[in-house]
């Protein structure tokens, strides 16, 4: 690891012009994917090096010489100390690095091999994980959970049989492969091909693919690994433009086809969510405990800073709420300050200035617009230097705010000699809202405030697709309304689900037509005339379990607004209770 | 009261009437939070000081770089004004009565400090030429009705000042219907009204001008709309007669922009003047040399942070006004982390305060590693009366004070003259500007390094004349200073001079008697060929030296003997500590943060923000112990665009299943039953689900 890292730095130093194509081999030599990006770093500094080439050529006598081994030696000397610490990164560019086309199986391979990651001299290595990666999906299907712990206790007893891929894969590869780079890219490349090669074997049937033991993996590798190298780099010419276009192409994006109605659990709502979520305590809790001390501890630097004239704003890992919070709760009690949610979803920069102007500044006037508004705060602002606001912003990043005039406005406040702003941004590339002007009327101190704390409040406005959603008509409030109803009623609604299920497959089906529907119903004796129908319809329709809508032809559709899968739940119960 | 609800997204906290107008003093916030505050008020008091100081020195310095530009900008104005006035009947005139004057300002890339520039630049006109000037940026005008609108409303506004305030009233009535027509019959009402007011308010300056003219600042042409650029200079052409207006152009990149902007039509109405303002990096030279390389400020940066500033501004922004605020921070944080800091002031400032030395800051300073280095040097006698008697230590740290500000005297004045040698030298050893032989200097012994070896090899081999016009630069150096220490450096200069000029004239008589003893014997063929082969031999024997060779090493070794001695990096010097600031990667981290790394460490490798033995794990991979966030995020990485949440939390209860089947070992029997796995998982994972809902902070694929 060590003499790795200072090979890698050494090649870093070492900055020379590099042409076209020997940058371009020396991506196809990497090409390895996005799991070795050691050389990437090197890469980059060769090509700003080929950027400002021209400029020494144009100016060399007016201008000094810039050296860029410098710029990475001192402005990105943080970059690879973190990274050296982080030693899970082989370089910086693992940072920056493109999405790749991969499998989905992987993940499930990753989860396994990640499972039995043994914690600290952990010699139990305890089970034999392809095989459960397996059996999780199957239970899911419908098999009990004590089903499962059974499969479990089988995959023990065959351990001895088949040792940890992953590990497996540690050994094989230093045996062939002396140099530490190329081991690394032929240890990737290997396993690319041999995903790959059961990628076509069965790209339609993924769960069953699921079902291809482990071994077979195992075998194809040392295979691939076979094949010359030389010819593997031609053939990784195409294969990257192909790998390019597939990443940026709009084309479909092949998932396994399972999908959440399969798993047969019933939904949360939000409450019990929420309540689950209460009772389980974050693990570490005592080095969380110990960061945010740490953090603490800077409040009155803050202060400071904002007091001189800074801004400051947070960034990093985790939800910085509830550091705002305190921060706001312990030494912003005697002053004047505004809150401000980011993320709230119907958050503008006018309703932050209406309540700057209406109840910081108690005026009760409306302006014409946003920046009259604005140039009357900056104004009130500017006569009256003994008046002082502290805006905290969580989110500055968010939807709503990340405008470009509302982050102008924003730092045209933050620019006010008695306006403190203090904010915090987590999106991965909220940096780049700002512009040279902006940044310089934020006049941003920067602070990494990591805190792994869950996003709660912050998300708590999204709608997470596992969390049943209150919008819609769910299976229990649909079978407690058709309870009250008569069994008439219940078979007509029945035959409309019925038909629609038989429809699910057909993607222009608009609903059933009126007629065609009271003929089913004439034909199943639950109607006997048209009239009943429509007052039966009108109780439906009154309880939203229906919905009509008029065809181009003037028929009346009518169609149940709630998805098949909640459907097909409720008939089967039907047929349990019956 | 709650900073949450569903209803709305801002707060507003107002605390009590009484408590409200007790401000905490800015000074307060130095001292709390922290363990070491010895001396902070005065520290604090310091620090404000100094910068104040600095800033007005930055301030100043840029009034006297703008000078030059400012005033022949002004030149023009009156120049393309007074033919406003000339009213002559002749032909030529008239064609330019049409054309707009136009003055395009050149700026650079350096768009902060644009901002600075212009505000002084309306200063100045309107101190000098007119009491109209206004100044639009783009943003403003995305339309023709805006951008009059703008023009009038501030326009307006700048005579609002000198009328009454009544006036101002009607001003924003006005404000809803705007023509160049109103414009321009507003300005005759303007400048007929103002006229007989003149006597009385002695406008000397403006009163040579019976209408003075309208100037027009577009801050950043680039951004403005074509269209609106156009209209606006075709109507206002249409006008000029009786609305005389000037344009000025900040442009950021090339004047070739305006080409671009405007076709020949429109380009043509108007009379456009280059002008070019200093270019940014000679203003970091002069800030430099007028903020750090001096005695004037005690406080110093250390090479680290040097480097990262210069670094900053070369690669990001060519900023002074950020590169200003990089020195006003590591000012603040040297002050705030210091305390030893309350003796970085001047040198009779500092003499009184060692007086005041608390108990706690002697200890401070005898764990100074600079001191202890100094301190061992010492006779034992010494070093024990150092360690133990605080009069005999007050009296030490004052005589080091003393050699501290004596040695960066003769440090900046060599540092100079060094810079005059090495900086015409071919290839630039050494660096061309004087802040890359400053960082050489600060960082280690220069004369160890190749570069200084080579610029001396280089020096060697000077003609004269370069060499006599560096020596003057460095005697003009060495004069200026007031300095006693180095008044026989500056002598031993001249006395090189007059060396050299004496060497002229003892040359020519050499080359004269050389060539006539020679020259006048006649010889055959094979004779000259010989004493040629002679007088070759003779050459390479006695290449020893010429007296100019001889006298060119002396001065190369007299500048090598100065540099030996006075350029010591400052490490080596007791007591830096309390004037240079080291803390570079503080400096960087607020300044130049990597919000992209810190995530990716964050996710990647926990170990490095809790510090967990359970979470020590070989580079790339993770333990299944982390954080619920790192795991997911790893198993996402295994997916392309789109991730099927099934198999992602399948993969994902694998993984924190096998964790909790480790757990078991520590966790009671009961406590396992407890969460019984089913619901647990989910759970676990609706965690990982709010977070990824909130998605854009770990998915990669914005980029």
């Known amino acids: 690891m060590m003499s790795k890292l200072e090979l890698k730095e050494d090649k870093m130093l070492e900055v020379q012009f590099v042409g076209d194509d020997d940058v371009l081999n020396h991506i196809l030599d990497r090409e390895g994917g996005a799991k070795l990006k050691k050389e990437r770093a090197q890469l980059l500094v060769n090509t700003k090096k080929i950027i400002k080439k021209p400029e020494y050529d144009l100016e060399e006598d007016d201008q000094e010489v810039l050296k860029d081994q410098n710029y990475v030696e001192v402005l990105g000397q943080d970059i690879q100390e973190s990274l050296k610490n982080g030693s899970a990164a082989d370089g910086g560019n693992k940072v920056y690095s493109f999405q790749n086309r991969k499998h989905s199986e992987k993940m499930a391979k990753l989860a396994s091999e990640l499972a039995k990651t043994p914690r600290k001299n952990v010699s139990v290595n305890l089970k034999n994980d392809p095989e459960i990666m397996i059996n999780i999906p199957q239970c899911s299907k419908g098999h009990s959970a004590s089903d499962k712990v059974q499969v479990k206790n089988n995959d023990k007893s065959e351990f001895l049989s088949t040792a940890p891929s992953g590990i497996r894969k540690r050994l094989i590869v230093p045996r062939s492969h002396s140099d530490s780079e190329s081991e690394y890219s032929a240890s990737n490349s290997e396993d690319d091909e041999g995903v790959a090669q059961e990628y076509e074997e069965d790209t339609n049937e993924v769960i069953l693919s699921q079902k291809i033991p482990s071994q077979n993996r195992v075998v194809s590798a040392p295979v691939c690994k076979g094949t010359p190298s030389k010819k593997m780099k031609r053939d990784k010419t195409s294969d990257l433009v192909e790998e390019y276009f597939e990443a940026h192409s709009s084309s479909k994006v092949l998932t396994s086809d399972r999908t959440l109605q399969k798993l047969k659990r019933a939904k949360l709502d939000q409450q019990t969510l929420r309540n689950l979520l209460s009772k389980v305590s974050p693990s570490f809790s005592a080095e969380l405990k110990q960061l945010n001390q740490q953090y603490e501890q800077l409040f009155h630097k803050w202060m400071l800073q904002l007091r001189l004239g800074f801004n400051i704003v947070l960034f990093g890992l985790g939800s910085k709420r509830d550091l705002l919070e305190r921060f706001r709760t312990t030494v912003l009690q005697d002053s004047i300050h505004v809150v401000i949610n980011g993320f709230f979803p119907g958050i503008s920069v006018k309703s932050i200035l209406n309540s700057i102007t209406e109840e910081v500044l108690d005026h009760m006037g409306t302006f014409r617009s946003v920046l009259d508004q604005l140039d009357w705060i900056v104004n009130k602002f500017k006569e009256d230097s003994s008046l002082e606001l502290f805006l905290l912003i969580h989110n500055l990043d968010s939807q709503m705010l990340r405008g470009d005039k509302s982050q102008q406005i924003i730092g045209q406040l933050a620019s006010l000699r008695n306006i403190y702003l203090i904010a915090s941004i987590d999106h991965l590339n909220a940096p780049l809202m700002w512009d040279h002007a902006k940044q310089s009327l934020y006049n941003w101190l920067w602070y990494e405030t990591t805190t792994y704390s869950p996003y709660t409040e912050e998300t708590s406005y999204e709608n997470s697709l596992l969390v049943k959603q209150s919008g819609s008509l769910p299976l229990s409030s649909l079978t407690h309304v058709l309870r009250s109803l008569t069994p008439n009623a219940r078979g007509i609604f029945r035959l409309l689900i019925k038909y629609q299920l038989d429809n699910q497959d057909n993607p222009s089906y608009i609903g059933l037509s009126f007629q065609d529907f009271y003929q089913q119903c004439r034909e199943a004796f639950l109607v006997n005339s048209d009239l009943t129908l429509r007052a039966q319809l009108t109780e439906f329709r009154d309880h939203k379990l229906i919905r009509t809508k008029k065809g181009t032809d003037g028929v009346e559709y009518l169609l149940i607004p709630v998805d098949n899968g909640t459907l097909t739940d409720f008939l089967e119960k039907e047929e349990e209770e019956s | ?703």
């Open chain 2, 1 to 703: 009261m709650a900073t949450s609800s569903v209803s709305k997204g801002c707060f507003v906290f107002k605390p009590n009437f009484k408590k409200r107008k007790i401000s905490v003093p800015v000074e307060d916030y130095f001292n709390k939070g922290k363990n070491e505050s010895e001396d902070s008020k005065l520290r604090f008091e310091t620090y404000q000081l100094i910068w104040q100081q600095m800033k007005s020195e930055t301030e100043q310095l840029q009034e006297e770089l703008n000078k030059n530009l400012f005033n022949s900008l002004i030149e023009f104005l009156q120049q393309s004004y007074s033919g406003f006035h000339k009213n002559s009947r002749d032909w030529g005139c008239q064609i330019k009565l049409r054309e707009i004057p136009t003055a395009a300002l050149i700026l650079g890339v350096n768009v902060t400090d644009h901002d600075l520039t212009f505000r002084s630049l309306t200063e100045a006109l309107q101190n000098n030429v007119t009491p109209y000037v206004v100044s639009l940026q783009a943003k403003d005008c995305p339309d023709m009705k805006h951008f009059l609108q703008k023009l009038v409303s501030k326009l307006m506004n700048c005579c609002v000042d000198e009328e009454s305030k009544e006036e101002s009233i009607q001003v924003t009535q006005k404000k809803t219907f705007c023509s160049m027509d109103s414009l321009s019959s507003w300005y005759m009402s303007v400048t007929q009204k103002t006229d007989p007011k003149l006597p009385r308010k002695k406008r000397t300056s403006s009163s040579q001008w019976q209408s003075p003219p309208v100037v027009l600042i577009l801050k950043d042409l680039e951004s403005f709309t074509t269209k609106v650029l156009q209209d606006f200079i075709i109507i206002s052409s249409q006008h000029l007669h009786e609305f005389p207006l000037i344009l000025i152009f900040g442009i950021a990149t090339s004047p070739i922009i305006i080409h671009r902007l405007l076709p020949h039509a429109v380009s043509s109405l108007l009379c456009i003047e280059l002008f070019q303002s200093l270019s940014c990096k000679e203003h970091l030279t002069t800030v430099l040399d007028k903020l750090l390389l001096t005695t004037q400020f005690p406080f110093k940066l250390s090479e680290k942070v040097l480097q990262i500033l210069t670094n900053i501004f070369l690669y990001h922004d060519f900023s002074i006004q950020n590169f200003i605020k990089g020195l006003q921070l590591s000012l603040l944080e040297h002050f705030y982390s210091q305390p030893l800091s309350v003796l970085c002031c001047n040198l009779s400032e500092a003499k009184r305060r060692i007086n005041f030395l608390s108990e706690n800051q002697c200890e401070n300073i005898r764990r100074l590693p600079s001191f202890r280095r100094h301190v061992e040097k010492q006779a034992s006698e010494k070093q024990v009366a150092l360690l133990t008697n605080e009069r005999f230590l007050k009296e030490e740290i004052q005589s080091l004070l003393e050699n501290l500000h004596v040695y960066h005297t003769n440090y900046f004045l060599v540092l100079r003259c060094l810079h005059q040698f090495t900086s015409s030298l071919p290839k630039y050893p050494l660096g061309r500007q004087i802040r890359e032989l400053y960082c050489t200097c600060l960082e280690k012994n220069i004369w160890d390094s190749e570069e200084y070896a080579s610029a001396l090899q280089l020096l060697r081999m000077l003609a004269k004349d370069e060499l006599m016009t560096i020596l003057q630069k460095c005697f003009k150096v060495f004069k200026s200073s007031s300095e006693k220490q180095l008044g026989s450096t500056a002598k031993r200069i001249e006395e090189f001079l007059a060396q050299f000029q004496s060497l002229d004239e003892a040359k020519e008589e050499e080359d004269t008697s050389g060539l006539q003893s020679k020259g006048l014997q006649k010889t055959d063929l094979y004779h000259l060929q010989k004493s040629l082969l002679e007088m070759k031999e003779l050459r390479r024997t006695s290449k020893k030296q010429t007296r100019f060779e001889a006298l060119r090493e002396k001065v190369v070794n007299f500048i090598d003997s100065l540099v030996r001695e006075y350029l010591l990096p400052p490490e080596t010097q007791p007591l830096h500590e309390v004037m240079y600031f080291s803390a570079a990667h503080t400096l960087r981290a607020h300044l130049n943060a990597a919000p992209r790394i810190a995530l990716h460490t964050a996710l990647n490798n926990p170990y490095y923000y809790l510090k967990n033995e359970a979470l020590k794990s070989e580079e790339g991979c993770i333990p299944n112990v982390a954080p619920d966030i790192c795991i997911a995020y790893k198993l996402h990485l295994e997916c392309s665009r789109l991730i099927n949440l099934v198999d992602w939390s399948e993969a994902f209860a694998t993984v924190v299943t096998a964790a909790e089947k480790m757990d078991a070992n520590s966790i009671t029997s009961e406590e396992r039953n407890e969460i019984i796995q089913y619901p647990f998982l989910k759970n676990q994972f609706y965690n990982v689900q709010v977070y990824m809902a909130y998605k854009p902070i770990v998915s990669p694929d914005l980029f």
